[in-house]
């Protein structure tokens, strides 16, 4: 059977790194195939010259057996090659159906497109609301959006990066089944993903990449799960060690009977929401994305002010009408789920981004900003969480969504905080700096932090949290210990069908 694709020595360089060396893989026509890889192994610059985003310096890409040239991604399309960025390609100020509406061929008919994208995603388990402007959606929405907009086009090659990351577990074993359907279809799918165990679950084949080049090619379902780790990282990943919380005697963070209109007529309404975390616990909120975890972590951060000071009580004082630099003086840190653009600033480099949050640690003084001692932070973060970075002078956008991540992170716990509100924190990122990145949350909260750990990854809330809140149409459970709960009862909960019947637990006195 010919190839529906087939990479032949595909190389690609920049500055200081080699991005792709020498990589040859094949799809078949209906084979699902995975690339695995750690953050920075070359995965998202292959994909790119795949979808003619970047193009090889040298190497051949052939689909259905025929040479492709030089190509873009309009050229990509024609050929039936659709792609879903992890950072996405989307306009922000206009709608989701106008964002879609763009990338397809043929006459504008909006009405018409609303009702197959309400149609599709509704099939998908993934609900979009057409008229949305895209400013206004979660990460997790966007990312809905973008899988839609591909699936609309009736797709040859479909290649999708995380894309499970929004769905609850009954919605992931829907999506499967359709990936399933497409590839009986002759769809090929190139499958992105750091969750193993779905890798083994669907997909046919895989290709491992270290380093931008290939070390393996493997069966998933002939393979363990810690056998695919030590490809993509070249080593055993550590053991996660959780001891057990010892919640201090008062609240760090406590939320009163919270009700809040959205700041838009698209978001979620929050609904008489109370909960609290203690020092030396992690307290995980788990949902699907867009069912007001944008809202709540908004109010709580800081970025949004409540007329009612004593709803969110920060260290034993009202804060809901502190800023969020008065609120960061009280001891809180936060980390946002978007990345490039609300963690960081694109195009400045690390030793400025650490300033953004670290300057209280000394890097300016009297207005004026230390270039020394923040170059020195931005180092200290660099080392510490394993950064792999061009040097302080990096700029945020030259690194790999897993290092920008980790650096991130590290940002924020070099300012050893009372509070920590983490939202997706391992969203995109690599087995290894994931597994990192929650040993280390594990590791400040037995030292005393409170941390509020917004995700949608079940297995991560099930790995780490001490106990767990669903919030569900702008409404949030009571908590329940991890230990005392699975991940099929906390997904029926998260879509709303699981309310009844289910054990409350108690905040701790």
Request: glycine share 10%; net charge neutral.
């Given at each position: ?46 994909m790119k010259i795949i979808y003619g985003a970047t193009k090889a310096d040298s190497g051949e890409i052939l689909c259905d057996g025929k040479p492709v040239e030089a190509h873009d991604p309009a050229t990509s399309r024609a050929l039936g090659i659709e792609m879903v960025y992890q950072h996405f390609a989307l306009f922000e100020s206009v709608s989701v159906v106008e964002n879609i ?409």
């Amino acid at each position: 059977m010919t190839p529906r694709l087939e990479l032949r020595n595909i190389c690609k360089r920049y500055p200081g790194v080699v991005a792709n060396e020498n990589v040859s893989l094949s799809i078949l026509p209906g084979e699902i195939h995975a690339v695995l890889g750690e953050n920075g192994a070359g995965k998202s610059t292959l994909m790119k010259i795949i979808y003619g985003a970047t193009k090889a310096d040298s190497g051949e890409i052939l689909c259905d057996g025929k040479p492709v040239e030089a190509h873009d991604p309009a050229t990509s399309r024609a050929l039936g090659i659709e792609m879903v960025y992890q950072h996405f390609a989307l306009f922000e100020s206009v709608s989701v159906v106008e964002n879609i509406a763009l990338a397809l061929r043929g006459a504008f008919d909006l009405p018409a497109l609303s009702h197959r994208i309400r149609e599709l995603s509704e099939r998908y388990g993934m609900p979009i609301d057409p008229a949305r402007r895209v400013h206004d959606l979660s990460v997790g929405e966007r990312q809905r959006v973008e899988i839609v907009r591909c699936l609309l086009q009736d797709p040859k090659l479909l290649i999708l990066d995380e894309p499970t990351s929004v769905l609850t577990p009954q919605a992931v074993t829907r999506l499967f089944g359709i990936l399933r359907q497409l590839a009986a279809g002759g769809c090929s799918i190139l499958y992105i993903s750091h969750k193993l165990d779905e890798v083994r679950e669907l997909c046919d084949s895989a290709t491992v990449l270290r380093n931008g080049r290939v070390t393996g090619a493997t069966r998933p379902r002939e393979t363990t799960a810690i056998e695919l780790a030590r490809m993509m990282v070249g080593a055993h990943l550590p053991a996660m060690h959780v001891d057990p919380a010892r919640p201090s005697a008062r609240p760090v963070l406590e939320v009163k009977s919270l009700s809040a209109v959205p700041p838009d007529r698209y978001g979620v309404a929050l609904k008489d929401v109370s909960f609290a975390v203690h020092g030396g616990e992690i307290v995980g909120v788990a949902g699907v994305s867009g069912n007001g975890q944008a809202e709540l972590i908004a109010l709580l951060s800081g970025e949004r002010l409540h007329d009612k000071a004593d709803a969110i009580v920060i260290d034993g004082a009202p804060s809901a009408r502190l800023d969020a630099g008065q609120r960061r003086k009280r001891g809180m840190a936060f980390v946002p789920e978007e990345r490039l653009g609300r963690g960081a600033v694109p195009e400045h480099a690390l030793w400025e981004n650490g300033v953004l949050t670290g300057h209280a640690l000394g890097s300016v003084q009297n207005g004026l900003v230390d270039r020394k001692r923040a170059a020195l932070f931005a180092r200290s973060i660099i080392d510490r969480f394993s950064v792999k970075a061009n040097g302080t002078a990096a700029p945020a956008q030259s690194l790999s969504g897993g290092n920008l991540q980790k650096f991130i992170v590290g940002r924020e716990i070099e300012l050893k905080p009372k509070l920590l509100l983490v939202s997706q924190p391992t969203w995109g990122v690599d087995v290894g700096a994931a597994a990192f990145i929650r040993q280390t949350l594990v590791d400040i909260s037995r030292a005393g932090t409170a941390i509020l750990l917004v995700s949608e990854e079940l297995d991560e809330l099930f790995e780490i949290c001490d106990r767990l809140l669903v919030i569900c149409q702008g409404r949030v459970s009571a908590p329940l210990l991890r230990t005392e709960t699975d991940r099929e009862a906390v997904g029926m909960l998260m879509t709303g069908l699981g309310e009844e019947g289910r054990k409350d637990v108690a905040v701790p006195d």
